[in-house]
């Protein structure tokens, strides 16, 4: 069904869905805050800039094969947040990209169950971080995507002509929402993720 499923109606200019389309802009303006601001969540930033470009041919210009890329970057980002502060940081970045991309390309259709399975995974990495400080990004991020889903196509709060698309409003909250996360994250000594450091009586 393609951008189809967002709700928004489909038009015959460059950018095919002009509100979901403009608004995936928010991950490459995320991506560049959270790079320019965090060394240790620079591939954070990578990740969400990748996630807006893939996003931004979805709903915009709509070439070939945008589907695969708007699929690849949503899931590569989900990796890279789920190993971030871990042993596997390392592998999340090109390999994981890399591994993701074919994997797409063989098997499209698997797109959606493996974003689901990566969101769940990237939640429970981050709760099992005992990061307090990613307790409301996390609470935004489940917000925005309750809305998105009921203003998907055939959803109570889909208007197809609207300017105002719910779809577009998930693409907002979920770059802040990864963005607050990132940014506001402690660190440890190393320059890594960690719980924050327990205070001395």
């Known amino acids: 069904m393609g951008a189809a499923a967002d709700c928004e109606a489909i038009g015959t200019g460059f950018l095919g869905q002009p509100v979901n389309g403009l608004t995936t802009l928010g991950f490459i303006i995320a991506g560049v805050f959270v790079a320019s601001r965090r060394r240790d969540r620079r591939w954070v ?26 699929d690849v970057t949503i899931a590569w980002l989900l990796v890279v947040v789920a190993a971030t502060g871990t042993r596997a940081e390392r592998y999340s970045r090109l390999p994981a990209l890399a591994v993701l991309g ?20 990237a939640i429970g990495s981050i709760l099992l971080g005992r990061d307090r400080h990613a307790l409301l990004p996390l609470l935004l991020l489940a917000v925005v995507a309750i809305y998105g889903r ?28 990864v963005t607050w996360w990132a940014v506001g994250a402690p660190t440890t000594p190393s320059g890594r993720v960690g719980p924050e450091p327990a205070r001395r009586t």
């Open 150 to 177: 009921l203003g998907a196509t055939g959803g109570p709060l889909c208007d197809p002509e609207s300017l105002f698309q719910p779809h577009g409003v998930w693409h907002l909250g979920a770059a802040v929402a």
């Open 102 to 121: 074919l994997g797409f390309a063989l098997a499209p259709s698997w797109g959606d169950p493996i974003a689901v399975a990566l969101t769940i995974v």
């Open 45 to 70: 930033g990578i990740a969400l800039v990748a996630t807006g470009v893939g996003s931004f041919l979805f709903h915009g210009p709509m070439p070939a094969g945008n589907e695969w890329a708007h």
